[in-house]
């Protein structure tokens, strides 16, 4: 079956609310498109007026983090049912930065992959190795123990309508980006971890996407490769170039 491309942005602590606001209008008509879902994922503050800067267009708002609770005494958090309030459609679990930075692990992440869904979100789930993982040539079996161990519980229906991200940590944020040799092959192995977990019709509709130093001059060949569906853009997404990632 053909899965549509998904093209994200992660913002992450970047833009105030006016310059997120002055960004979607820059990139307005860069990131139309008929073809592939746009996404921008963006901090907390910047929801609301992004959601409504992109009302009419072919973008949705995704969030970069939630909480496993759906209220209460959780100072400084945000809840799914918040998220879903605000117009929010997507949200990134599980990016290396927090992983790495506020030490989320995968029981955790499984929590918040079972929120995302109970609210109606489309998590967007990160899983990658880090340079000396794929020195020592375990890069697939950390991978596969990430994505098993997050989708504890989770359906195969809900796995269908999820997105995973492909971010080798080596390559995010430092201009190198992996091979597409090496991109497909990972995303290649994501979707035979999710055949063996649920089934084959699960694994063809999951949509991976790679993240990594994606940009205008690498998102063709990369986006070709028959198990990438698309990427996860950081740095790139904060400018007009994400335009020509998303029409590459
Ligand atoms: C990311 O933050 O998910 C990412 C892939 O960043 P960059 O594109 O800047 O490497």
Known sequence: MARRKIIAGNWKMNMTPSQAVALCAELKDLVKSDSVDVVYCVPAIDIVPVVEAVKGTNVQVGAENLYIEDKGAYTGEISAP??????????????????????????????????????????????????????????????????????????????????????????????????????????????????????????DEVRIQYGGSVNAGNAAELFAQPDIDGGLVGGASLKADFGKIVNY
């Open 82 to 203: 918040m998220l879903v309030d605000a117009g929010v459609k997507y949200v990134i679990i599980g990016h290396s930065e927090r992983r790495e930075y506020f030490k989320e692990d995968d029981a955790f992440l499984n929590k918040k992959v079972k929120k995302a869904f109970e609210a109606g979100l489309t998590p967007i789930l990160c899983c990658g190795e880090t340079l000396e993982q794929r020195e020592m040539g375990v890069t697939m079996d950390w991978i596969r123990l990430q994505i098993k161990s997050d989708l504890v519980g989770i359906t195969a229906d809900q796995v269908k309508k999820m997105v995973i991200a492909y971010e080798p940590i080596w390559a995010i944020g430092t201009g190198k980006t992996a091979t597409t040799e090496q991109a497909e092959e990972v995303c290649k192995g994501i979707r035979e971890c999710i055949a063996e977990i649920y089934d084959q019709a699960t694994a």
